[in-house]
């Protein structure tokens, strides 16, 4: 395993994160002005989502990225698109430890470990998995400039500290996270993990750290993670779960949670594999009760002006389309309370700069 990462080596990481925190801010006014306010929330795609090196047959639904962005094209929903980069390894490593990361990027990673993540390693692979982690980084950053941003991927939060479960690889959120924190001065964020699967690599990553709060509401009758974490928050609901079930218990947490936690940032897992059917998912959801859920985490951080990061999370069935148009929903969602989230994001902007405006001596 190599050298941890110097202080100076994370002082340099710091410097460019400031940089490029910059650059973002001129791009965000340069796309506010450009394109129409109507269904034009920040979406992240990378070109990259079109590669899946994955073997025919493969269960993960690789290829669903690629066309939810031509999807949300068609829809009109893709008017401010943003292109992630791959993060350094320096941000990785916030979250990742550095002999895991090393290891996968040059491919010396032990077979066993690939295994239990469930993908067969290629360089196509790591490629594929940087624009990914870069993405949330990215719509994180955006969500603080504008009030929500979302991808057209992500959601990998079976990711450990040192090792990928169900085929996750790095922690996209947590690096998100953490990155936030260290770029823009972020106090604490808050995870709203709504997969049916627990977000257990989030909880394990920041057990015991008070800057970060883990909100996972899933299905305890999955049977993977094989071994669940202790989130700050959990609520496992039982097989069949209906919408109204389902609905009542996040409105009775969510709305709290954002006012006992003042997060600086919401990270949102919106996995659609809470659907009734989905290959993988024990839940009972309608389609129009994912929208409904999607609507009402939108409209919760609006109304506590709290910026939201999304990713699609989870979604499995043979027909992609059907899982694209699930996650439409959510871009759909973020599009209807675009206004409130980019006044709210305004209003804390103007709020900073006239705290650091020096008072006027009496």
């Excluded at 050298?3 to 801010?25: N, S, Y």
């Excluded at 709060?213 to 999955?222: E, I, L, N, R, V």
């Excluded at 839940?283 to 951080?301: K, N």
């Excluded at 694209?324 to 709020?351: F, M, N, T, Y």
Aim: glycine content about 10%; hydrophobic content about 45%.
């Amino acid at each position: 395993m190599r050298a941890p990462i110097g202080a100076a080596a994370l002082r340099r990481a710091a410097a460019f994160g400031r940089l490029q925190q910059h650059q973002l801010r001129s791009r965000c006014a340069a796309a506010a002005r450009a394109a129409p306010a109507a269904l034009a929330h920040p979406v992240v795609y990378h070109p990259d989502f079109q590669l899946s090196p994955l073997p025919d047959g493969h269960r993960f639904p690789m290829p669903k990225d690629h066309l939810l962005y031509l999807r949300l094209q068609e829809l009109g929903l893709a008017g401010r698109t943003f292109t992630p980069e791959p993060p350094d390894v320096g941000t990785l490593c916030l979250v990742h430890d550095e002999g895991y990361v090393r290891a996968f990027l040059d491919g010396s990673i032990d077979p066993a470990l690939m295994r239990r993540i469930g993908l067969p390693w290629s360089p196509t692979l790591v490629r594929r998995t940087l624009v990914g982690a870069g993405s949330a980084v990215l719509a994180a950053r955006l969500a603080l400039q504008l009030g929500v941003a979302v991808m057209c991927n992500g959601g990998t939060h079976h990711a450990h500290r040192d090792y990928g479960a169900g085929w996750c690889i790095f922690n996209d959120q947590a690096v998100a996270a953490r990155a936030a924190q260290r770029d823009a001065g972020v106090g604490r964020c808050m995870f709203v993990d709504l997969d049916v699967h627990q977000g257990d690599g989030t909880a394990a990553i920041f057990e015991g750290d008070p800057s970060v709060f883990t909100f996972s509401m899933h299905c305890k009758d999955q049977g993977f993670p094989a071994r669940l974490q202790q989130s700050d928050l959990d609520i496992a609901l039982p097989a069949g779960t209906s919408d109204q079930e389902y609905l009542g218990a996040l409105r009775a947490t969510l709305p709290r949670l954002l006012a006992e936690q003042q997060p600086g940032l919401v990270l949102y897992n919106a996995g659609a594999d809470v659907a009734a059917g989905d290959a993988l998912g024990k839940m009972a959801l309608s389609d129009a009760g994912i929208a409904a859920r999607d609507r009402y985490v939108m409209a919760c951080c609006a109304e506590a002006g709290v910026p939201i990061a999304a990713a699609i999370g989870g979604g499995y069935a043979e027909d992609h389309s059907s899982i694209v148009e699930r996650h439409v929903q959510l871009h759909r969602a973020a599009a209807e309370h675009w206004g409130a989230l980019a006044a709210a994001a305004e209003r804390r902007r103007a709020a900073a700069q006239q705290a650091r405006r020096p008072r006027e001596k009496l």
